[in-house]
């Protein structure tokens, strides 16, 4: 487990005290690998904001867009201009000591406002007066008790607030149990909503449970229907925990689990920490991703285990400089980029950075997915120290992604270059060869480099016929399988291909 160094301002004479974390949620392999850096955006004094009132630019019911492959994007950044792949990026550590070790933090306890904590009560006005009064004050901690449940309806925890404030789940906390108890007035696609907050954090050695069963078995979810097919019409279910428009935010030490979709999702968010995070759900749980980001940069997830019905980590348009260390994934999706520019859409993704992983009993391992029709670029992706336990998919670009016989090949295509693949090493299902490279017909896969990567079958035998399609690169190490299909050299539209760059 990764200490932090935290800083103890004192007087002329100081005494330097060891602090050891005795408690930990998440159960697990966990790595001391690399030093984060911190990342400071933004020092600027910010108002206090009367709970839970939202600028007025804002839609009351802040409705997130779901994953680009439900829905159109209708604004999509562009990220920075690739960085280099030999190092990984520059984020943020966690922005705050535990105000409870220094003596300067002021705790509100639910329960002093009214809280009842017996899993059926509704305790979401005293969550609301808590937050209030923590917003207003410095350093400023709302406390959700150990050994109680407490039940609140869907909520947006409204910034901005005064620097230092965190939000310390030690109990359980939990929504209204499925869509027959959601109350009406109450956005069907949110449940914990973080707007417009700066230098915050998520944390606490509870459990935060999304109830989410009732909601997987709707019709309308994949494999729910009559003879395992969906029936069509309005699906909306809710993300466990959304940060918005927010920066410098951190989370740490919480278990997650059955969320009815998406457990985390990071939105128009800069500089985000994350690390020791137990996050599950069952296999077959529809939608239910892991970590999203979105639109969202500077971002490190360390140190936790993930296991869920979809996505591990899911990294959609507008993002840049994510490093990923020392995560463990399965069942799952695996962890994936996209899917990216649907609708005929701009998508920009750069500077990604995923090391020291493992992904087990997974359909996918290490995947980039992108529609025919878009724009735009993915670049500067790394993927290095990771161990594969009978994954399906093991290494998978996909520029034909869709979820219809409907789509049609376009002659635009998002750029996929400067891919990294370094010590990938273990065993694939034999249902699917370990290595797809099915780039677009006319915009080429660029700068694939593969490097030590030894997949072998978990069961039966050998696969040796990876498929590569337009797809451009290197091995700088004979690979298990060997991939003699990948094409040398550059393609001759490389110039032209270029103008899909961001």
Not at 105 to 125: L, Y
Request: proline share 9%; aromatic share 8%; hydrophobic share 35%.
């Amino acid at each position: 487990m990764k200490m932090n160094k935290r800083p103890l301002v004192g007087a002329v004479w100081a005494i330097t005290f060891l602090v050891i974390s005795t408690s930990s949620v998440v159960e697990g392999r966990y790595h001391h690998y690399h030093k984060r850096q911190k990342k400071v955006i933004g020092n600027s004094p910010l108002a206090v904001e009367v709970f839970p009132a939202a600028p007025p630019a804002l839609s009351p019911s802040l409705e997130y867009s779901p994953d680009p492959s439900h829905s159109p994007q209708t604004s999509i950044p562009s990220s920075p201009a690739a960085a280099g792949i030999s190092a990984p990026p520059t984020v943020p550590s966690d922005p705050y000591p535990d105000p409870r070790s220094s003596g300067t933090s002021c705790i509100f306890d639910v329960t002093s406002f009214g809280a009842v904590g017996d899993g059926t009560t509704d305790d979401t006005a005293a969550f609301r007066a808590a937050w209030k009064a923590a917003c207003a004050v410095k350093s400023g901690t709302v406390l959700a008790p150990s050994g109680l449940s407490f039940m609140i309806t869907s909520t947006i925890f409204s910034g901005p607030c005064n620097p230092g404030l965190v939000f310390q789940v030690d109990g359980l906390l939990m929504p209204p149990n499925g869509p027959d108890c959601w109350p009406k007035t109450d956005s069907v696609r949110q449940w914990l909503v973080f707007y417009r907050l700066d230098n915050m954090t998520l944390r606490g050695s509870g459990t935060i449970d999304g109830n989410g069963e009732p909601w997987w078995d709707l019709p309308c979810k994949p494999h729910r229907g009559p003879n395992g097919k969906s029936i069509p019409g309005p699906c909306d279910s809710p993300s466990m925990i959304r940060f918005f428009l927010s920066t410098n935010v951190a989370v740490s030490g919480l278990r997650i689990q059955n969320s009815p979709m998406f457990h985390m999702k990071f939105d128009g968010c800069e500089g985000v920490f994350i690390e020791r995070l137990s996050i599950s759900s069952p296999k077959l749980s529809p939608n239910t991703d892991g970590i999203h980001l979105e639109n969202t940069k500077s971002v490190g997830i360390y140190d936790s285990m993930i296991a869920n019905g979809d996505d591990c980590i899911s990294i959609g348009p507008g993002c840049s400089d994510v490093d990923i260390d020392g995560v463990t994934c399965g069942p799952s999706h695996g962890i994936s980029i996209g899917s990216l520019g649907v609708h005929n859409s701009q998508a920009c993704v750069s500077n990604i950075t995923v090391r020291n992983a493992v992904i087990r009993e997974s359909d996918n391992g290490l995947r980039i997915k992108t529609w025919q029709g878009g724009t735009g670029s993915v670049s500067g992706i790394s993927f290095q120290n990771i161990q594969m336990e009978n994954v399906r998919n093991c290494i998978i670009v996909d520029q034909y992604y869709c979820l219809s016989r409907a789509c049609r090949n376009e002659t635009s295509a998002v750029y996929v270059t400067d891919l990294e693949f370094r010590n990938i090493k273990g065993t694939y299902n034999v249902m699917n060869p370990p290595i797809h490279f099915a780039c677009s017909d006319t915009i080429a896969c660029t700068n694939i480099t593969m490097s030590e990567v030894e997949l072998l079958p978990h069961e039966g035998q050998l696969v040796d016929d990876p498929f590569c399609w337009n797809a451009y690169g290197t091995q700088e190490t004979l690979t298990i399988p060997p991939i003699d299909c990948l094409l040398d050299g550059m393609p001759q539209s490389l110039a032209e291909s270029s103008r899909y760059g961001c």
